[in-house]
Every structure is written in structure tokens, then in C-alpha cells.
């Protein structure tokens, strides 16, 4: 008994000791002279949720938000797999790595709690960068694509004391924090690279940038959230350098006109976040009321960005569905799938090569049908007219093929022209047949071919109208 309570005692002061540890003496073996970032998660108790629903209240388009965060169950897997907490790392040194993956790798401090299940945590981890590798290397567990743990393994150790005092001064129980610690060669070659700053930053000397000695942020999400940042200079007078860099940047893109017409809020926003000086660092903190007030000034913008992307799938889509009518159509002697609506549209799936995410506009309520069920109008949302000959047009670019289903999105429809073209069509179009009638006025149809859309339209399956 008294041997089980020894090791016991031993394993409790081994857990202890790395508590007390600095991230700078538990990562030592990982750090080398061009370590440029490092990330620390505390996996412990973290949880999203109580954050998560803060921000579904305040962010446009919330309710199409899943109600739980997808990252909670991810960092459930790490907790049970073993790991307390885990550092992500990014070096500038390693030149193994193709030029597009980024030089970065994770450790898993192994004294850090519970014994960690090896299988549970590398599936875990490649859940979030696919092809990565988890192996032992020294003491703890890192993860890393393959030819980066062959860095890792042999990478020439030095000391970078700047990582505790950039983590020293941040929200120490944070359950995320970032240091930015760039190498005194980095620095260097920056001076030498931009002796003065460009005229779009203000000009000046490119001092207030070389002279940025360390970085601390950290992200606090429970009981409320938290942010905080810390900027160290060389001095106070490149502080203030730094600070009349960050305003300059501030003041010349708020002059563009595209951020002034799509972002009216940036100058009331953007001068909440400007840091204030203290000495020689630059400081900047925010709580959760603050957070979430910036994040509803932006709203309105992320909800104009939201449907602007939308708008740009839903444009493409039409295209593809164009693009594969054409292709049906050299298949059958310029004959389009006879039937109107999805039962038409099911002809060209295979045009669409088993694609049919394109047939469902982002904006509209229906669902992709599943690979191999019968296309039903609840997996489309666009309406086709079916039965035209491509040889008979005598204006291809005038006569609409398939058009964006009433509701799809508010003050436009969007149709995809017999020349295959795509145009967005503006207007509030209740039915199809209102929207054929606009296109008839603009385009002067002959009254047989007005009459023939307008009986097309009457044949569409679930029509509005």
C-alpha cells in the first residue's frame, strides 16, 4: 500500500509540476529560432455553447444556424481521448513542406492529465487536418502531416523567453490564447525590406514595424466572453508609432468608396477597436456586451454578404443547369427534355455528373436529393420549361429555359437564357407566368411564342400561381 500511494503521490506532483511549467519550458523541444506563432487551446472544461448562443442572437440569418456549435463535439473527442490542453505551432523554418501546405504542427503535452488514448486522439485531430500523422516525439504527442514530423524530430531547439512574456500578459484563464513572437531575423529583414511605410499606411519610417517585438492575444468564452490583445514595442516612442500606424490604415481604407457604400458603420466600429498605448505596449480588451455590439453593427453588412454570395450559387447554377441542357440537346437532336418541372430536370443529371446540389438554390427551403432517389420537386428549385427545340428559336438569347422558383429570393429572380447566358431579372415576380410576362414586354415576343411560355408555365408541377 504504502509503494501504490507513493506512485500515486509521484504521478499528483508530476501533474503539479507541468502545471506550474511555462508554455516556453513545455514546448522547449519544439521551439526553434524562426517559431513564429503558437497556440494554446485549454481543452479542460471548455464549452462553447453558452458564447454560441450569444452570437446566434445577434448575427444575421441566426435561425439557419445549427443550434449547437459543430466545434463542441470536436472538442469533446479531445477531452475524451485524454488531452487537457494542446499547443499548435508554426514555424518559417521548415523548407521540407510543399509550398501550399502551412508549416504547422500540434502538441499534446503527455504529462498534461489522464493517460491519452493514441487512436481516439489521432482520429480526432485528423477530423481537422486530414492526412496529418500522430507520433511520439520526445516526451509528448504531436501531430503533423508526415514530412513535417521529420522536421519536428530533428529540429535544432532554441530558447524563446518572449513566448512566456506574451502569454504573461493576456487573460491567464483564457481558453484560447495566441503569441506572435517573430525572430530577431524576421524583424531585421523587415527593416531592410521597408525602411519607410508605403504612402497608403500613412508613410513615415517602417520603424513602427520592425520594431514590434512580441504580440499576446487570448479568447475567453465562459462564464462570458473576453477578448484581450497586447502589442509590444522596443519603446514607448515606437508604440506610438505603431498606434498613428494603425490609425493611418484605419483612416486610408476607410476613404474607399466600396467600404464607405457597403459598410457605413466601419468609422463608428473601427474606432472601438483601436488599442491605447501604455508605455511601450499597445492594449486592447473587449467583454461580451462590447463583442456583441460590434458584432450587431455588423449585421446588416453580413447579412448584405450572405445574400450577395448566395446570389453569385445560385447564378452559377443556373449556368451548370444551362450547360447541361445544351448537352442533352446535342444528344437529341436539339430536342430539350420534353416534360416541364423536376421530371424534365431528372433527364440531365447525368449532364450534371450526379451533381444535384446545383438544382437547389442556397437561398430556397429545398433539399438536394440523396444520390440515387427520384427527383421530386421538393429537391428543386428552379422551374423548368420543358418541350423546346433549340433548332426553332429564332432568339435563343431571349427565350428562358429555366427561371428561379417564386420566393427563391426577394426583389430578383435570376434565368438562365436558350443561348445558355444566365441574367438576373429584377423585380417582386409572384408566379412564373408574372415573370414570363415581364420577359415578354422587355423582349417583344411574338404572340405565339408568349403563348406557348405562358402554356409551359401552366404545365409546371407545384406551380405558385
Known amino acids: 500500500m504504502k509503494k501504490i500511494a507513493l506512485i500515486l503521490a509521484l504521478l499528483a506532483a508530476n501533474q503539479s509540476l507541468h502545471a506550474a511549467q511555462s508554455p516556453a519550458i513545455v514546448l522547449e523541444r519544439y521551439l526553434d529560432a ?62 521540407s513542406l510543399d509550398i501550399r501546405q502551412v508549416p504547422v504542427f500540434f502538441v499534446v503535452p503527455a504529462g498534461s492529465g489522464a493517460p491519452v488514448d493514441e487512436k481516439l486522439l489521432g ?34 531547439p532554441a530558447p524563446r523567453p518572449e513566448l512566456d512574456a506574451a502569454f504573461a500578459v493576456v487573460d491567464p484563464q483564457a481558453q484560447l490564447r495566441v503569441a506572435w513572437i517573430p525572430s530577431a531575423a524576421f524583424r531585421k529583414a523587415l527593416r531592410e ?27 475567453r468564452l465562459a462564464p462570458e466572453a473576453r477578448l484581450q490583445g497586447v502589442i509590444q514595442s522596443t519603446d514607448p516612442a515606437g508604440a506610438q508609432a505603431a498606434a498613428e500606424l494603425l490609425a493611418n490604415l484605419r483612416r486610408e481604407i476607410g476613404k474607399e468608396p466600396d467600404v464607405q457604400e457597403s459598410f457605413p458603420a466601419f468609422e463608428a466600429l473601427t474606432a472601438r477597436l483601436m488599442p491605447t498605448v501604455e508605455g511601450s505596449r499597445l492594449i486592447a480588451q473587449f467583454d461580451q456586451k462590447t463583442i456583441l455590439e460590434m458584432l450587431g453593427s455588423l449585421a446588416p453588412m453580413l447579412g448584405e454578404a450572405r445574400q450577395s454570395a448566395r446570389k453569385v450559387a445560385c447564378m452559377n447554377n443556373l449556368k451548370q443547369i444551362g450547360l447541361a441542357l445544351m448537352m442533352y440537346a446535342n444528344d437529341n437532336k436539339d430536342q430539350l427534355p420534353p416534360e416541364s418541372g423536376a421530371a424534365g430536370l431528372r433527364l440531365i443529371i447525368p449532364y450534371l455528373g450526379a451533381a444535384t446540389q446545383v438544382l437547389v438554390c442556397p437561398a430556397a427551403a429545398q433539399t438536394p436529393a440523396v444520390a440515387g432517389a427520384e427527383l421530386t420537386e421538393a429537391n428543386v428549385s428552379y422551374a423548368y420549361l420543358g418541350g423546346l427545340s433549340l433548332k426553332e428559336l429564332k432568339d435563343p438569347g431571349t427565350v428562358p429555359l429555366a427561371f428561379d422558383k417564386p420566393g427563391n429570393h426577394d426583389g430578383f429572380a435570376q434565368v438562365v437564357f436558350a443561348d445558355g447566358h444566365v441574367a438576373t431579372i429584377q423585380g417582386a415576380f409572384a408566379t412564373g407566368a408574372a415573370l414570363i410576362e415581364h420577359l415578354s414586354t422587355v423582349h417583344n415576343y411574338p404572340p405565339e411564342l408568349r403563348a406557348a411560355l405562358l402554356e409551359k408555365v401552366k404545365l409546371l408541377p407545384d406551380r405558385p400561381d
Not at 496529418?132 to 502531416?145: D, M, T, Y
Request: hydrophobic share 45%; net charge negative.
Open 193 to 219: 525590406l521597408m525602411p519607410e511605410l508605403p504612402r497608403e499606411l500613412g508613410g513615415g519610417s517602417g520603424a513602427a514595424l520592425s520594431g514590434l517585438v512580441w504580440a499576446g492575444a487570448s479568447v
Open 123 to 156: 482520429e480526432t485531430l485528423q477530423a481537422a487536418m486530414p492526412g496529418g500523422v500522430l507520433r511520439r516525439i520526445g516526451e509528448n504527442w504531436v501531430f503533423a502531416q508526415e514530412a513535417h514530423l521529420d522536421y519536428v524530430a530533428t529540429l535544432q
Open 34 to 95: 524562426e517559431t513564429t506563432v503558437v497556440i494554446h487551446l485549454r481543452v479542460e472544461g471548455l464549452l462553447f455553447e453558452p458564447t454560441w448562443a450569444a452570437l446566434r442572437g445577434v448575427l444575421p440569418d441566426s435561425e439557419e444556424m445549427p443550434a449547437e456549435t459543430p466545434v463542441q463535439p470536436w472538442i469533446d473527442a479531445l477531452a475524451r481521448s485524454g488531452v487537457r490542453e494542446i499547443f499548435g505551432i508554426l514555424s518559417l523554418t521548415d523548407a
